[in-house]
T-cell receptor, first 115, second 113 residues
Framework: EAGVAQSPRYKIIEKRQSVAFWCNPI?????LYWYQQILGQGPKLLIQ????????DSQLPKDRFSAERLKGVDSTLKIQPAKLEDSAVYLC?????????????FGPGTRLTVT | TQLLEQSPQFLSIQEGENLTVYCNSS?????LQWYRQEPGEGPVLLVT?????EVKKLKRLTFQFGDARKDSSLHITAAQPGDTGLYLC?????????????FGKGTLLTVNP
């Protein structure tokens, strides 16, 4: 079974530039998550999709971050414009149904550096 | 705001030693998970606990869920270098959302050969 795929693995941009990350979840998983993990901290949920609808985006900085899940499968997360404090690893995860007790399968993450 | 605290934040031990890491909250969990994250990778689920007082074993790892479901511990016996990683607990609070999982900051474990 293929795991969660993410690209790119690394990205370096200057502040005020824009960037986009892509995620392909495990086939058949209804729920897709985007997390931000700052160095030394645990993952922080940015947005959770159930199929192609948003379940929770309460911690997504909506003035600069946006996300979509096309046709309930792949997803993209965009930052525009980027700030220095956005430097972090962006993790995508998927789960079968989306209950908090479900196992979440994580991709390898995209390491973003904003200079 | 419900907080999930992990301790210690850092732990460096020699191969063969035992260790315990903790996860605590002032609120009751409906379920709690432990994940391990290696450098450059995403977290991988180790265990899910849902019943107060529950104990689960995974080879040399023993997980306990407190009777009141407010705390959990992870004990590793005879640690090996391959156990090195960031250990994260993640919980959903009773009476809260059934779908929202909150992660702690993690315990960074280094096992030296």
């Amino acid at each position: 079974e293929a795991g969660v795929a993410q690209s790119p693995r690394y990205k370096i941009i200057e502040k005020r530039q824009s960037v986009a990350f892509w995620c392909n979840p495990i086939s058949g998983h209804a729920t897709l998550y985007w997390y931000q993990q700052i160095l030394g901290q645990g993952p922080k949920l940015l947005i959770q999709f159930q199929n192609n609808g948003v379940v929770d985006d309460s911690q997504l900085p909506k003035d600069r971050f946006s996300a979509e899940r096309l046709k309930g499968v792949d997803s993209t997360l965009k930052i525009q414009p980027a700030k220095l404090e956005d430097s972090a690893v962006y993790l995508c995860a998927s789960s079968l149904e989306g209950w908090a007790s479900d196992e979440q399968y994580f991709g390898p993450g995209t390491r973003l550096t904003v200079t | 705001t419900q907080l999930l605290e992990q301790s210690p934040q850092f732990l460096s031990i020699q191969e063969g030693e035992n260790l315990t890491v903790y996860c605590n909250s002032s609120s009751v969990f409906s379920s709690l998970q432990w994940y391990r994250q290696e450098p450059g990778e995403g977290p991988v689920l180790l265990v899910t606990v849902v019943t107060g007082g529950e104990v689960k074993k995974l080879k040399r790892l023993t997980f306990q869920f407190g009777d009141a479901r407010k705390d959990s511990s992870l004990h590793i016996t005879a640690a090996q270098p391959g156990d090195t990683g960031l250990y994260l607990c993640a919980g959903a609070w009773s009476g809260g959302s059934n779908y929202k999982l909150t992660f702690g900051k993690g315990t960074l474990l280094t096992v030296n050969p």
